[in-house]
Structure formats: C-alpha cells, structure tokens
C-alpha cells in the first residue's frame, strides 16, 4: 500500500515567488494534515482537514499562506509570495479520523523549501 | 498550553549502550503520549504510544513509561544498535490526533 506522497522533494526559489506543495494521502484516510518542521525543531500543525473541511487552520498565515483539499483527497500548500524564514520543510501527514484519536499519523517525506 | 520538552542532542553511543531520552509534558486533561521516530531520509513515523497513567508502550526494543506523577514520558533501549541512528520526537495528543511534538533529539550509534 502507498504511503503519503509529497512533491516536490526539494523547491528553491527567490524572496516574493511564489510556491506550491502537494500531498496524496494514504488511501481511505480522511484527515490530512500539514505541518511545518523548522531546522533543529519539532514539527508544528499549520491545518488539518477532516474530508474537504478545513477544521482547524489557526496556526496557518493567513496572508500568504493558503491550502486547499477540494475533493477530499490530495491536497495543496500554496505560499505567496514567499520570505526568507518560509525555509522549512513542509510535512504532510494523514490518518483515519477516530474521534478523540489513537495518534497514529502517517507522514511522508516532506518537501524541503530553500527561500533565497 | 500544552507542551513538550524533550533533551537536546545529539545523542551518542556505541553499539549495545543503553540508552535513555528524556521527555516531560505539560498538558491539561489526560493526554496520549508517543515517539515518533525519523530515520535518514524517511518521514516521521509512529514508534510507540501509551493512553493512560502508567501505561508502557514498546517497539522494536524501545519502551517508554506513562508517568503522570512526574509528567515524563522517557524513552529507554537496553542494548542500541547501528541501525537506531535516528532523530526521536516526542509528542503528546490532546484529542483529535491534534499531536504536540517537542524538539526532537538525535541519536547517533556508531559501531
């Protein structure tokens, strides 16, 4: 069974272009999540969906920072335009959705952003 | 708010060391507690987890103990081997699989 995709792998770009991440969850999961993995730091939730719903983006900029999941399946990180601290790596994670949760998120690999 | 603080790496030890990272949390309720382990070039992925107060959870020759008297969540390995080489993250749930990682600790085994 595929595990969660992500692409691109690595993005570098120039301050004020912008850039889109994608993400395939494991099939049958609908709860999708993306997270934010400064260097040398854990992980930080940016938005989670349940199916098409986007449940709870409050950590999410808001100004240059957008996500969608429009069929409830893959999703997209969009950031525009882009600025220096944006260089990170862009997580994204899925799971079933089981209430109060047992925590088993699936992770793929990450995108790498270098802001230049 | 919810937090977790976990010991700074890296971690180094030889081959069969045992071994000990520390994890303390700060949470309201009665949260789940997990390690999420990330080896080279691999996403992050589930290693263990425990629901409750003095709960253990084990995997792969790792365990962690559910304390809740002293809000810690450490994880121990008797004998370490080359292919433990990873980065450990801690992290807790306060519901909703809404999961609350700590820094993150590096642990390098060598032969």
């Known amino acids: 069974e595929a595990g969660v995709v992500q692409s691109p792998r690595y993005k570098i770009i120039e301050k004020k272009q912008p850039v889109a991440f994608w993400c395939n969850p494991i099939?049958?999961?609908?709860?999708l999540y993306w997270y934010l993995q400064n260097l040398g730091q854990g992980p930080e939730l940016l938005i989670r969906y349940e199916n098409e719903e986007a449940v709870d983006d409050s950590q999410l900029p808001k100004d240059r920072f957008s996500a969608e999941r429009l069929k409830g399946v893959d999703s997209t990180l969009k950031i525009q335009p882009a600025e220096l601290g944006d260089s990170a790596v862009y997580l994204c994670?899925?799971?079933?959705?089981?209430?109060?949760?047992?925590?088993?998120?699936?992770f793929g690999e990450g995108s790498r952003l270098t802001v230049l | 708010g919810n937090s977790v603080t976990q010991m700074e790496g890296p971690v180094t030890l030889s081959e069969e060391a045992f071994l000990t990272i520390n994890c303390t949390y700060t949470?309201?309720?009665?949260?789940?507690l997990f390690w999420y382990v990330q080896y080279p070039g691999e996403g992050l992925q589930l290693l263990l987890k425990?629901?409750?107060?003095?709960d253990k959870g084990s995997n792969k020759g790792f365990e962690a103990t559910y304390r809740k008297e002293t809000t810690s969540f450490h994880l121990e390995k008797g004998s370490v081997q080359v292919s433990d080489s990873a980065v450990y993250f801690c992290a807790l749930s306060g519901g909703y699989n809404k999961l609350i990682f700590g820094a993150g600790t590096r642990l390098a085994v060598h032969p």
């Open positions: 099939s049958g999961h609908n709860t």
């Open positions: 949470a309201t309720g009665y949260p789940s």
């Open positions: 425990a629901t409750k107060a003095d």
């Open positions: 994670a899925s799971s079933l959705n089981l209430g109060a949760g047992t925590g088993e998120l699936f």
